[in-house]
């Protein structure tokens, strides 16, 4: 099982990014999604997550109204749209794989992506 995070960068604070995360060696249509990140000094912390079909997403309250997951099943990928980027969400931001609703706990997800770097400047 492969997860290839993608689409990191640097954006000015109030700009957009789309990281991509592309699946490979599972079933990805069957697996519910999330988004982590890290940021320097600080543990790993929820982001969101979409349910296997796509119809159904839930955020951590900081980022709610500004991010947006999707999945293509199609294309067994899923994303992240970041809008109105601010300085605290410069981190390392990792998908993962979980069998079934992975919600916001790390350890219900069974595989993890390497992180792709955003860093967010003011």
């Known amino acids: 099982v492969q997860l290839q995070a993608s689409g990191g960068g640097s954006v000015q604070a109030g700009g957009s990014l789309r990281l991509s995360c592309a699946a490979s060696?599972?079933?990805?249509?069957?697996?519910?999604m999330g988004w982590f990140r890290q940021a320097p000094g600080k543990e790993r912390e929820f982001v969101g997550c979409?349910?296997?079909?796509?119809?159904?997403?839930y955020y951590t309250d900081s980022v709610r109204g500004r991010f947006t997951i999707s999945r293509d099943n199609a294309k067994n990928a899923v994303y992240l749209q970041m809008n109105s980027l601010k300085p605290e969400d410069t981190a390392v931001y990792y998908c993962a794989a979980a069998t079934s609703w992975g919600g916001r706990l790390p350890e219900k997800y069974d595989y993890w992506g390497q992180g792709t770097l955003v860093t967010v400047s003011s």
């Open positions: 979409i349910n296997w079909s796509g119809a159904s997403t």
């Open positions: 060696g599972l079933t990805f249509s069957i697996y519910g």
